[in-house]
């Protein structure tokens, strides 16, 4: 392992002196992270133009939450429930739903199809038109339950919720009207801590966390199909309209069951990649079937390797080193993650990496890396945000001193 990271570190090196830092071309008159809330428009305002590089300040609500972003904007989702529109020319805050409820964590989906970002803090499901800026919908869960998940596909938002706090049963999985919120099924769901709720092309996923996932009729709730037995499932990976099981980045174990690719019609497994005995930990799938993953050793998380496979092909593509972090995403053909941080040359950046000629690309295939900036320091606890469409633009989230900086995809 130390040998991979002194390769890297120097690919990377070489990589950074061909960065400058260049300045922000605007910045936000937000409110510093102390302050309670955004001061904020009422309606929402028209902003022209592509995205443009700028920092924001983020309150601390909005550092508590959580952040995604279409093709147009930023949408923040705070640990009150509410919900914050910024612009993507400068960062500066054009809408609020106010919230009025509080959580450890907030589930949000920004659905740039459905023009809906909705927020999922505690018992309390809100949604914003992500055209106007107002209320769109609001529903409530009876005392003691929680939203875990939220997915939508073919304007209908699927939100899992579950027993506060969560003892394995009890987890049922709602679907709602987008544009509405008016309510069209309801099903009991197996369901495991931190497992993701997945919709595409007519239906929906959900995964106990131990061998089953299940699909469901998108319009009825029905069940479709259930994975066969015999295929273990500790862990789904979803993303471009692909479904991967691994083992379980929550296991104690040394041994981790084979990396199954499933069938989204039938959730029979097909022929996949076969994978390393490192523990898998998170990954991210592409549109055309590459999937990175994070893989580390059993007793310590913190360094390990990212691995790409191509799911279409059966086949490993590469390997990189690495070290844990809050970020990773795909964007332009790219996979997009941070630097190691225990690589002091070239630490506190954003790495972008050709999905398909991996880090020994070369031209236009090649590696590249952005300055360091505040936001992307490790301490900052950095998060990635990739706006959707060819925006050429990636945001970072700091959420120890809490503000936003959008800045060219590397």
Same mark, same amino acid.
């Given at each position: 392992?130390?040998?991979?990271?002194?390769?890297?570190?120097?690919?990377?090196?070489?990589?950074?002196?061909?960065?400058?830092?260049?300045?922000?071309?605007?910045?936000?008159?937000?409110?510093?992270?102390?302050?309670?809330?955004?001061?904020?428009?009422?309606?929402?305002?028209?902003?022209?133009?592509?995205?443009?590089?700028?920092?924001?300040? *983020?309150?601390?609500?909005?550092?508590?939450?959580?952040?995604?972003?279409?093709?147009?904007?930023?949408?923040?989702?705070?640990?009150?429930?509410?919900?914050?529109?910024?612009?993507? @020319?400068?960062?500066?805050?054009?809408?609020?739903?106010?919230?009025?409820?509080?959580?450890?964590?907030?589930?949000?989906?920004?659905? =740039?199809?459905?023009?809906? @970002?909705?927020?999922?803090?505690?018992?309390? *499901?809100?949604?914003?038109?992500?055209?106007?800026?107002?209320?769109?919908?609001?529903?409530?869960?009876?005392?003691?339950?929680?939203?875990? @998940?939220?997915?939508?596909?073919?304007?209908?938002?699927?939100?899992?919720?579950?027993?506060?706090?969560?003892?394995?049963?009890?987890?049922?999985?709602?679907?709602?009207?987008?544009?509405?919120?008016?309510?069209?099924?309801?099903?009991?769901?197996?369901?495991?801590?931190?497992?993701?709720?997945?919709?595409?092309?007519?239906?929906?996923?959900?995964?106990?966390?131990?061998?089953?996932?299940?699909?469901?009729?998108?319009?009825? =709730?029905?069940?479709? @199909?259930?994975?066969?037995?015999?295929?273990?499932?500790?862990?789904?990976?979803? =993303?471009?309209?692909?479904?991967?099981?691994?083992?379980?980045?929550?296991?104690?174990?040394?041994?981790?069951?084979?990396?199954?690719?499933?069938?989204?019609?039938?959730?029979?497994?097909?022929?996949?990649?076969?994978?390393?005995?490192?523990?898998?930990?998170?990954?991210?799938?592409?549109?055309?079937?590459?999937?990175?993953?994070?893989?580390?050793?059993?007793?310590?998380?913190?360094?390990?390797?990212?691995?790409?496979?191509?799911?279409?092909?059966?086949?490993?593509?590469?390997?990189?080193?690495?070290?844990?972090?809050?970020?990773?995403?795909?964007?332009?053909?790219?996979?997009?993650?941070?630097?190691?941080?225990?690589?002091?040359?070239?630490?506190?950046?954003?790495?972008?990496?050709?999905?398909?000629?991996?880090?020994?690309?070369? =031209?236009?295939?090649?590696?590249?890396?952005?300055?360091?900036?505040?936001?992307?320091?490790?301490?900052?606890?950095?998060?990635?945000?990739?706006?959707?469409?060819?925006?050429?633009?990636?945001?970072?989230?700091?959420?120890?001193?809490?503000?936003?900086?959008?800045?060219?995809?590397?």
């Amino acid at each position: 392992m130390i040998r991979r990271a002194a390769v890297v570190g120097a690919a990377l090196l070489v990589l950074a002196g061909c960065s400058g830092n260049t300045p922000s071309q605007g910045s936000s008159s937000a409110p510093r992270s102390g302050d309670s809330g955004p001061t904020v428009a009422t309606r929402s305002m028209a902003v022209s133009g592509p995205w443009r590089a700028w920092t924001a300040s *983020l309150t601390r609500p909005e550092a508590h939450g959580s952040c995604g972003a279409t093709a147009h904007q930023v949408v923040c989702a705070t640990d009150t429930g509410a919900l914050v529109g910024r612009s993507r @020319a400068d960062g500066r805050v054009t809408w609020t739903v106010p919230g009025d409820s509080h959580a450890r964590t907030a589930q949000l989906l920004v659905d =740039g199809a459905d023009a809906r @970002a909705v927020a999922g803090v505690a018992g309390v *499901l809100r949604a914003a038109d992500l055209r106007t800026g107002e209320q769109a919908w609001t529903r409530r869960l009876p005392a003691g339950r929680a939203y875990v @998940a939220l997915a939508a596909t073919d304007g209908i938002v699927y939100a899992l919720h579950a027993p506060d706090p969560f003892i394995r049963t009890g987890a049922v999985l709602d679907a709602v009207r987008a544009s509405d919120g008016t309510p069209l099924w309801h099903r009991n769901a197996t369901w495991s801590t931190g497992e993701p709720l997945a919709a595409f092309r007519g239906r929906v996923y959900t995964a106990d966390g131990i061998t089953r996932v299940t699909a469901r009729d998108a319009r009825t =709730g029905a069940t479709v @199909a259930t994975s066969p037995p015999g295929v273990e499932c500790q862990h789904l990976v979803t =993303g471009g309209h692909y479904l991967v099981c691994t083992g379980s980045p929550f296991s104690a174990g040394d041994v981790f069951p084979p990396m199954r690719r499933l069938d989204p019609a039938t959730l029979r497994p097909l022929p996949t990649p076969r994978n390393t005995i490192d523990k898998p930990v998170q990954g991210v799938i592409s549109g055309d079937g590459v999937l990175v993953l994070y893989e580390a050793g059993a007793e310590d998380t913190s360094a390990g390797d990212w691995y790409a496979y191509d799911l279409e092909n059966d086949r490993r593509l590469w390997s990189t080193y690495a070290t844990m972090t809050d970020g990773a995403g795909v964007a332009g053909g790219r996979f997009v993650t941070f630097t190691p941080v225990n690589d002091r040359a070239s630490r506190g950046r954003v790495l972008t990496i050709d999905l398909h000629a991996g880090p020994q690309g070369t =031209g236009s295939a090649a590696p590249r890396m952005s300055p360091a900036y505040a936001q992307t320091r490790d301490g900052e606890h950095p998060a990635l945000v990739v706006p959707g469409g060819n925006t050429g633009h990636v945001v970072v989230m700091a959420r120890t001193h809490g503000s936003l900086r959008s800045l060219p995809l590397p």
